[in-house]
């Protein structure tokens, strides 16, 4: 009897995967067990009958289906963004000299001796920072200003230019009649009014008294058209 059972069996699993035994004209496909009761008159086990796959699809593809693997390969971590380059301060030295006095005494106004330092500088400062586009006046008026030393001069906005009449109270024509103020970037005098004269990184500014038309201090041809 169970031979006959298994038999059946048999036979109607082999039925339902024939081609051309599937759903046809909108009827229902006949489920295995239904099948093996109807040949063999006997009802099949449950079990067995959702044991049995639907016709068309391998045994294994019901039981060993599995979803597809993740991807295993890290997302790539966003690029750092680049670090801007720090701007580097801009600075220049600047030097207020008025040691070619000390070489003419006899000429300075009397009440003027005691204003003139023994080494004859008046004030040195390295590494001064300033701001691009900045003028030798521009870095003169701010220092003097920060160290209390005293500066006076006559501006001419509309011409956007300074002369420099006096620093540390003492002035043009305090030590003879060709003597007064006069700048030099780099030991050279540049040639224009010092509120034109835009600076550069690492220069170095050097006001000067003279006392003979700046050929005391390196000139040829004076101070006039450099003050």
């Known amino acids: 009897m169970k031979k006959r059972s298994l038999d059946v069996l048999l036979l109607a699993v082999f039925l339902l995967l024939m ?54 390969t890290p997302a790539p971590e966003p690029a750092a963004s680049p670090t801007p380059p720090e701007e580097t301060a801009l600075t220049c030295s600047l030097w207020i000299r008025c040691d070619t006095i000390l070489d003419h005494l006899d000429r300075l106004t009397e009440e003027k001796a005691g204003l003139v330092p023994e080494s004859g500088v008046l004030l040195c400062l390295e590494a001064v920072p300033f701001d691009e586009g900045e003028s030798v006046f521009d870095v003169l008026l701010r220092v003097t200003r920060e160290q209390e030393i005293h500066l006076e001069f006559v501006g001419t906005p509309f011409y956007r230019s300074a002369y420099v009449e006096g620093i540390g109270n003492l002035y043009e024509f305090d030590c003879g009649e060709l003597s007064g103020w006069s700048y030099k970037v780099n030991g050279a005098f540049p040639g224009c009014g010092c509120s034109l004269y835009e600076l550069s990184g690492g220069d170095i500014i050097e006001w000067v008294y003279t006392c003979d038309l700046g050929k005391d201090v390196g000139g040829t041809n004076g101070w006039e058209d450099a003050a």
């Open 19 to 72: 081609p051309g035994c599937g759903t046809a004209g909108g009827q229902a496909e006949p489920t295995a067990a239904a099948a093996a009761e109807e040949l063999s008159g006997e009802s099949v086990p449950e079990e067995t009958a959702a044991a049995v796959p639907p016709s068309g699809e391998p045994a294994e593809a019901s039981f060993f289906r599995s979803e597809p693997a993740a991807s295993q």
